[in-house]
């Protein structure tokens, strides 16, 4: 990808660091409403992970990843609601950044376990993401197979002015695993040219593995099946496609469930460990060009606890501690930013109330708001109650607060004289909490 390319993601991905009523808006009602981060904006309430991104850019985006085409793995690991869907969104926002290809996999024990491959793949085809898209003011990613391959052909169909150089440019395309694979995303860009939609839609189909007709297979010569047993070569497949056709690599962003990992048996979870201690040890050969894993779970003890020899295997791949001075380590904790519970809430209650006055036209004096988020957050740093964060507890208490300081004009001298009334956002805050994390619990399982 060239500089002028990276250049103009770049200005689309951080147009929202200047603060807009929209964008604040957003961020608000997410928030406020689950205490999980919305998909842009992450920037302007991120506290303590600095000093993890910056390694991340230098070393690996700007680094090995981009200068030598290797790859990578990390093991990040924060409690429920300790963080990590944010830090993988930031992530995804400097990849985007740099030129790369993101792909982001919510994992979860009947849609995507990590035991069954085949069904990884599927989610990495219709998650992959890239440059965003304005939709009024607000910029989101461009997602699923089909945009991309659409967004690939826009972006070089100028230089191909005829049908022989177009297939000129597909003759090209040459080195990666899977032939069948290769046929696939040609073919897919090929009927693009002659805007033959049903055939792309035949092939499209293929690549998100799911069953074509044997004149489609044969037409475009795809040999291979999509399941348990080319799973992994597909995977590379795609990684080696994205860097052929020019872009930086692939930032692949898994996600665990929060109460656990994506796999419901001893034997499930053995089978996942075996395919993530495969992703580990491909990590730096040359058939990975460019790809980075991010492996986000609440408890490293849920993946590495047991008897045996994937067990050890992983555990000597992925306890090494990730930072400035060790980029090559693996494991990035965020419960260890080095800043104390009360002083990582007080900054973040900072920026969410300036967050809140800009979406609603609040106002609030310096003085009122230093009250209001100390006494936050103190309490929430002591609160604890079936294992939530005090992180998600403070965001979705506070904000609370600041709504009901907004709607009834009282409200806010009454927070501030009387320390129940906080007990009382915390109290509901909590439960609220709680039950939606039951019921997520619950529809995960069943």
């Known amino acids: ?147 991309f391959i659409e967004h690939w052909f826009s972006s070089v ?15 090209t395309l040459r080195g990666i695993e899977s032939i069948s694979f290769l046929n696939a995303v040609k073919g897919a860009f090929f009927n693009l040219s002659i805007d033959n939609s049903e055939e792309f839609i035949a092939v499209i189909q293929y690549l998100k593995g799911e069953e074509v007709g044997k004149e489609i297979r044969a037409r475009y010569r795809i040999s291979e099946r999509i399941d348990k047993s080319t799973a992994f070569r597909m995977i590379r497949s795609f990684i080696q496609w994205i860097h052929l056709i020019g872009y930086s690599g692939v930032i692949f962003l898994f996600d665990e469930a929060e109460r656990g990992i994506s796999m419901s048996s001893s034997k499930d979870k053995r089978k996942a460990l075996d395919n993530l201690r495969q992703i580990v040890d491909e990590c730096g050969n040359s058939r990975l060009p460019g790809a980075m894993f991010f492996y986000a779970i609440p408890d490293e003890n849920l993946l590495l606890e047991g008897a045996g020899g994937v067990y050890e295997a992983l555990k000597q791949r992925l306890t090494t501690v990730f930072s400035n001075i060790n980029p090559l380590g693996v494991k990035i904790d965020l419960e260890k930013l080095g800043i104390s519970p009360v002083e990582f809430l007080n900054e973040l209650g900072e920026k969410l109330v300036e967050i809140f006055c800009v979406a609603y036209d609040f106002t609030i004096s310096p003085e009122d708001r230093k009250k209001l988020i100390k ?72």
């Not at 957003?26 to 406020?32: Q, V």
Request: hydrophobic letters at 40%; a positive charge.
């Open 1 to 147: 990808m060239n500089q002028a390319m990276a250049l103009t993601i770049q200005r689309l991905l951080f147009k929202n660091k200047i603060m807009d009523k929209k964008v604040a808006q957003l961020i608000i009602n997410k928030l406020g409403s689950s205490g999980t981060p919305p998909e842009i904006g992450v920037e302007l309430f991120s506290i303590g992970l600095d000093k993890y991104l910056k390694v991340i850019e230098d070393e690996y985006l700007n680094g090995i990843l981009k200068n030598y085409h290797l790859s990578s793995f990390k093991l990040v690991v924060g409690n429920y609601g300790g963080g990590k869907t944010h830090f993988l969104y930031s992530v995804r926002n400097l990849a985007f950044k740099n030129g790369y290809v993101v792909v982001y996999v919510p994992l979860n024990p009947t849609e995507c376990p990590f035991d069954k491959l085949e069904l990884v793949y599927k989610q990495i085809i219709n998650n992959i993401q890239i440059i965003p898209k304005f939709q009024g003011d607000l910029a989101f990613p461009i997602t699923g197979i089909e945009a």
């Open 157 to 171: 169909k100028e230089k191909l002015e005829h049908a022989n150089a177009i297939n000129d440019y597909l003759n």
């Open 375 to 446: 006494i936050f957050s103190e309490k929430s740093a002591l609160a604890y109650g079936y294992d939530i964060s005090y992180r998600r507890l403070f965001i979705v208490a506070l904000i609370s607060a600041l709504q009901s300081a907004r709607n009834e004009k009282n409200v806010l001298k009454q927070i501030l004289t009387n320390s129940s009334e906080v007990d009382k956002f915390l109290r509901i805050t909590s439960r609220k909490l709680i039950t939606e994390e039951q019921k997520n619990v619950t529809e995960t399982e069943f």
